[in-house]
């Protein structure tokens, strides 16, 4: 459970705030994703990087804004949220990205409240 | 669009019981992944089982195992012999041409000791 870890694991933020969640794969994988997990609601994917080139921006609002580095780093930052925003934000990797066979692998979450 | 059903919330039995959590999806694909992932309570989602649409045999990990019907386009989880650690949420997934996951809206299975 280690392979991909995600911090902080919790984060309580007011609207006006300007937070950063980080995301850390030690797998050697080339491709990770942001997804926002609600309740009863399937998850929602948010961006994909392979080989650190997004691929994927689902219509996500731009107070949302990722940043992948290198292909083990990828952070989420976060300003001007709404209240709606609160959610689990989940992290993962896959070895390749674009091939239909490539598993996930997740992180524990960042809990995000926002007030 | 491609969707992903899953059609029960809740459900909840007694440990060593067997129980199956039902998935439907929709697609005009042929071509395709189908994935069962698990989430524990407060740990990460972790891949249970993967079915892949051009094998007819159902894929089996040990005390799980997958009925895929494609031309019902149903693919549902059985778990034998259920124990306390299989306590958690299950999200069926589908994968196609585009490579993004489609995700169910999960189901909440509870075993009972």
């Known amino acids: 459970e280690t392979g991909v870890t995600q911090t902080p694991r919790h984060l309580v933020m007011g609207m006006t705030n300007k937070k950063s969640l980080k995301c850390e794969q030690h797998?050697?994988?080339?491709?990770m994703y942001w997804y926002k997990q609600s309740a009863k609601k399937p998850l929602e994917l948010m961006f994909v990087y392979s080989l650190e080139e997004r691929v994927e921006n689902n219509s996500v609002p731009s107070r949302f804004s990722p940043e992948c580095p290198n292909s083990s780093h990828l952070f989420l930052h976060l300003h001007t949220l709404q209240p709606e925003d609160s959610a689990l934000y989940l992290c993962a990797s896959s070895q390749e990205g674009a091939v239909r066979t490539d598993t996930q692998y997740f992180g524990p979450g960042t809990r995000l409240t926002v007030l | 669009a491609q969707t992903v059903t899953q059609s029960q919330p809740e459900m909840s039995v007694q440990e060593a019981e067997t129980v199956t959590l039902s998935c439907t999806y929709d697609?005009?694909?042929?071509?395709?992944?189908l994935f069962w992932y698990k989430q524990p309570p407060s740990r990460q989602m972790i891949l249970v089982i993967r079915?892949?649409?051009?094998k007819q045999q159902n894929a089996t990990e040990n005390r799980f195992s997958v009925n895929f019907q494609k031309a019902a386009k149903s693919f549902s989880l059985k778990i034998s012999d259920s124990q306390l650690g299989d306590t958690a949420m299950y999200f069926c997934?589908?994968?196609?041409?585009?490579?993004?996951?489609?995700w169910g809206a999960g189901t909440k299975l509870i075993i009972k000791p």
């Open positions: 797998l050697g994988h080339n491709a």
């Open positions: 079915q892949e649409a051009y």
């Open positions: 697609t005009s694909e042929s071509n395709y992944y």
């Open positions: 997934a589908f994968r196609g041409s585009n490579y993004q996951l489609i």
